[in-house]
């Protein structure tokens, strides 16, 4: 038998549709196991043995497991890649690809994903405080942009295809990126450049806005509610 590669994963998550992609880029063929946060799969014991911070995306190779979505890309380049062009050899082009990947952590997911628990379990569906931190990472990103296809040259990398997953998903459910050319071509080269996009993104950010709408209406229903 060959190796078993397990993906736990839900389509609505942006970092599990990172690790989706760059998996389809690296041609590492990834088993789905499809996993029900809304039941509480992530905290059964067997889950927890695997990851005890009961997030997805995690991964078993073989019996080796992984989490956090830009390891696992890391990983999956490192010791799948049959070439370097999604996470480069030479230390200079690979810093660039994890400086990127630190910008998508820190400074884009991480205030969206503030935001977006905030509006879904928080007081209110808006915090415009919340809301503005998230903008602020746009005007950047354009700016890196500016002077190549990708975020780190003239090829996709890892740090796109994370970028991607959430970019998509935070432009589907809102915030308006038209101010920002350099972002739009740069979404269109990255939707050409990974295979199956539809399947392996677009349905889930579609799976991500129903998700947030219906949300965020729970939300409008329960402050009126209490007003």
């Not at 014991?45 to 990851?51: A, H, I, S, T, V």
């Not at 308006?176 to 740069?186: E, G, K, L």
Request: net charge neutral.
């Amino acid at each position: 038998m060959g190796r078993r590669i397990d993906l736990y994963y839900m389509p609505f998550s942006p970092p599990c549709r990172a690790v989706m992609m760059a998996a389809k880029l690296l041609e590492v063929d990834i088993n789905l196991k499809f996993t029900d946060l809304f039941k509480g799969e992530q905290k059964t014991p067997e889950f927890l043995k695997m990851n005890a911070l009961h997030t997805i995306p995690v991964l078993d190779d073989d019996g080796f497991v992984l989490y956090e979505s830009r390891s696992i890309l890391r990983y999956l380049a490192n010791k799948y890649g049959k070439d370097d062009l999604l996470y480069p050899k030479d230390p200079q082009k690979r810093a660039l690809v994890d400086q990127a990947l630190d910008f998508d952590m820190n400074t884009f997911y991480h205030p969206f994903f503030d935001y977006w628990i905030y509006c879904m379990i928080g007081p209110a569906p808006h915090d415009e405080e919340r809301f503005q931190k998230v903008s602020k990472s746009f005007p950047i990103l354009d700016e890196m942009l500016k002077k190549s296809d990708f975020v780190t040259g003239k090829n996709i990398s890892l740090a796109d295809i994370s970028l991607l997953a959430g970019v998509s998903s935070v432009h589907a459910v809102g915030f308006d990126i038209a101010n920002y050319p350099n972002i739009v071509r740069w979404l269109a080269n990255c939707k050409q450049a990974v295979p199956d996009y539809q399947e392996l993104n677009e349905k889930g950010v579609q799976d991500f806005k129903k998700l947030w709408d219906r949300f965020k209406e729970k939300q409008k229903t329960k402050v009126k509610t209490n007003s």
